[in-house]
C-alpha cells in the first residue's frame, strides 16, 4: 500500500497538550507523520504504572490533594482495563501514548487529570516507560537463555562420548567429542547472559523527576517513586536522565551478539542437515517443504533466525546514527527510538525461544558420523604429536607427517592402513602402538590440555556448566 498526501488543508481536531501559544492548529498530515502511537502503544501498561506512581508520589508530599489523587488513579486503573479489553483503540489522533491516556483521563474525570502531569514532562515520563519496558525485556531474553543454555547441557551430556569432525576453514580439521562442540555455544550464551545482566544494572535506574530536563520547582520526591516503580537506583543528572539513550543501545549490542551467536549456529545445522554433509537431522516439524521440488527438506527456520541477524544489526545502526548528531537534551528524534528496541527486542527473544525448541528436536547421526571419522585425514595431526612424544621437534614432525598425508592421498590408503614398514620410510621412530594413537577415540581422549576435548574434560566442563545454571 502505497501512502497518498492528505488533501483536506484541515488542522487537527482535538487540541494537543501543547497547542494555546500557537495561533493555527496543526496540520493534520503533521500530526499523522509525528505520532507515534502506532508504535509507543505497547508501552500503555507501563506508562499507567508510571503515572500511578508519580501521582502516588505527589499525593504523599501534599502536591496534589489525596482525593484527586485517588480519583486520578482510579481512572488510570479503568483505562488500562479499557485499551487491554480493545474497548478504547489508541489512534493517531494523538500525538502518542502518552496523550491517548491523558486525554482519555480527562474524558473521564475532567480538568483534575491535567494535575497528573505536575512536575513531570513526557521526556522523564517516555523515558520511565522505556526503562520499565526493557526490564521486562531482559528478563524474558534472559529467561530464554537460560532455557537455550540447558538444553545444550542436556546435549552436551547426551553426545559426551559421540565423535564428530571439528572444523576450521570449513574443512575437517580434528576429530572431537560433540559434547565438547555443545559447551562451546554455552560458554557463547552464558557470556550473552552475563552481558545482560551486567546491562540491567544501567536500565534499573529511575529517571522519574528529572521533568524536561532541568527538574521542577514542585517538591517532588524522585526516590519514592522510584521505589514505586521498582527501580534499584535513582538518576543523578536531571539533564542526563533525559538526554540519554545508552542503555537501547547497549540492549541492541547484546541482542546483536546474541543473534550473531544464533546465526553462526544456524549455519552449522544448515550444513550438517545438508545430503553434502548429513551429519544431522531436524526434525520435520522444524523443516519446510518446496513448492515445486517434491523431495526438498529446508531448514527455514534457521535459515529465517540466520536472516532476521540483520535486522537486529539494523536496529543498532539505527539507534546509533539517531544519537549521533543529537544535541543535549531532549530532542524529537529521540522518538524514533523506539522502532528499533521493539524490533530488536521481539526479534532477538523469538528468535532464541524457536531456535532452542528447534535444536530440542535435532539428533545427530551417530552411526554415520562413527564411520566418517574412524578413517578420515582428520586424524594427521595425531601421527606428528605422536612423533613429538618420540622427541622430534614439531616442525619436523609436522613436516613428515605432511609427506604421509601426501602418500596417503596419492595411494588412497586410510592412515590406518598404511603399513608399518611404510611408515618407517618416512620416520624410524615409529612403532606398532602408532595404530592406537590412529583411533579417534584415542585422539580425543588422549588430550591432556586444559579444557580440551578428552572425555574427562567434557566432564568437568559439564559439571562447571551446570553450576552456572
Ligand atoms: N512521544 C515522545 C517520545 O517518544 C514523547 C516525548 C515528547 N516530548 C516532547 N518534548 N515533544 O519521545
Not at 498530515?29 to 506508562?47: G, M, N, P, R, T
Not at 483534575?112 to 515520563?125: F, L, P, V
Not at 616442525?395 to 590408503?413: C, D, F, L, Q
Request: charged share 30%.
Amino acid at each position: 500500500m502505497i501512502l497518498k498526501p492528505m488533501s483536506s488543508k484541515k488542522g487537527t481536531e482535538k487540541e494537543l497538550l501543547w497547542q494555546s501559544r500557537f495561533a493555527e492548529p496543526f496540520d493534520r498530515e503533521a500530526l499523522l507523520f509525528s505520532s507515534s502511537v502506532d508504535v509507543d502503544k505497547v508501552l500503555y501498561q507501563e506508562d499507567i504504572k508510571g503515572s500511578i506512581a508519580h501521582v502516588t508520589m505527589l499525593s504523599e508530599e501534599a502536591i496534589i490533594p489525596v482525593e484527586e489523587a485517588r480519583l486520578i488513579v482510579e481512572g488510570l486503573e479503568e483505562i488500562e482495563q479499557e485499551i487491554s479489553s480493545g474497548a478504547l483503540v489508541p489512534g493517531w489522533e494523538d500525538e502518542d501514548i502518552h496523550t491517548v491516556i491523558e486525554n482519555r483521563l480527562k474524558e473521564k474525570i475532567g480538568p483534575i487529570a491535567g494535575k497528573m502531569h505536575s512536575g513531570r514532562s513526557r521526556n522523564d515520563q517516555v523515558v520511565t516507560d522505556t526503562r520499565l519496558y526493557m526490564k521486562q525485556a531482559i528478563g524474558e531474553l534472559n529467561n530464554a537463555l537460560e532455557d537455550l543454555k540447558k538444553l545444550l547441557l542436556e546435549k552436551a551430556e547426551t553426545y559426551r562420548y559421540t565423535i564428530i569432525f571439528g572444523y576450521t576453514h570449513l574443512q575437517r580439521a580434528q576429530p572431537v567429542s560433540a559434547g565438547h562442540y555443545y559447551l562451546a555455544w554455552f560458554n557463547m550464551f552464558q557470556r550473552d547472559g552475563e552481558r545482560l545482566k551486567d546491562l540491567y544494572k544501567r536500565v534499573n535506574i529511575s529517571p522519574l523527576g528529572a521533568a524536561a530536563f532541568a527538574g521542577s520547582t514542585l517538591p517532588l520526591n524522585a526516590k519514592r517513586s522510584m521505589e514505586l516503580l521498582d527501580f534499584g537506583e535513582l538518576f543523578r543528572n536531571s539533564i542526563d536522565a533525559v538526554s540519554d539513550r545508552d542503555i537501547i543501545i547497549e540492549f541492541i549490542s547484546a541482542c546483536s551478539i546474541v543473534m550473531m551467536h544464533l546465526s553462526r549456529f544456524c549455519e552449522d545445522l544448515i550444513l550438517w542437515s545438508s545430503s553434502e554433509f548429513d551429519y544431522l537431522k531436524i526434525s520435520d516439524a522444524f523443516a519446510t517443504g518446496s513448492s515445486i521440488m517434491p523431495q526438498k527438506k529446508n531448514a527455514d527456520i534457521a535459515e529465517l533466525v540466520r536472516g532476521k541477524t540483520g535486522r537486529v544489526y539494523g536496529d543498532l545502526i539505527n539507534i546509533l546514527t539517531i544519537m549521533k548528531g543529537l544535541p543535549l537534551s531532549y530532542n524529537r528524534d529521540m522518538q524514533e527510538d523506539k522502532p528499533p528496541l521493539f524490533d530488536a527486542s521481539n526479534s532477538t527473544i523469538s528468535s532464541v525461544r524457536i531456535f532452542t525448541k528447534m535444536l530440542a528436536h535435532t539428533k545427530l547421526k551417530e552411526e554415520r558420523l562413527a564411520k566418517l571419522t574412524e578413517e578420515d585425514l582428520s586424524l594427521a595431526t595425531e601421527i606428528a604429536e605422536y612423533l613429538v612424544r618420540k622427541n622430534l621437534p614439531f616442525r619436523e614432525a609436522h613436516r613428515i607427517t605432511g609427506k604421509i598425508v601426501s602418500h596417503a592421498i596419492e595411494s588412497e590408503t586410510a592412515l590406518q592402513h598404511i603399513p608399518l614398514e611404510t611408515y618407517r620410510t618416512f620416520s624410524d621412530l615409529f612403532d606398532s602402538d602408532l595404530y592406537d594413537a590412529l583411533k579417534p577415540e584415542t585422539s580425543v581422549n588422549t588430550k591432556q590440555s586444559h579444557g580440551s576435548t578428552s572425555f574427562a574434560s567434557v566432564d568437568e566442563q559439564i559439571k562447571a556448566a551446570r553450576e552456572k545454571l
